[in-house]
């Protein structure tokens, strides 16, 4: 969405070698709990420990999504780069 990249400031579009936090959770209210598939597991300073937190707003606990080129995906690699 350039229209949408546009508005934000720092906004980098995507290009080979680049890599962007991404969260496909979903959270869903079940009665008095919100309920996830999977926690997103963070670190705790307070507590000096990871936790499990059902909060999508904890974007260092998101996946990252490695932009290759297109040969690297035609040539079937599934392994991802050492992050950087």
Known sequence: HSDTLARQPGAVKPAVGGAWRINFSRVERKGEVNWVWRPQV???????????????????????????PHAAA?????????DS
Request: hydrophobic share 40%; net charge positive.
């Open 42 to 68: 963070v670190w705790e300073p307070r507590r000096r420990r990871y936790e499990g937190k059902v909060n999508m707003h904890l974007p260092d606990a998101w996946g990252l999504v490695k932009f290759a």
């Open 74 to 82: 035609d040539a079937g690699e599934t392994t991802l780069p050492a």
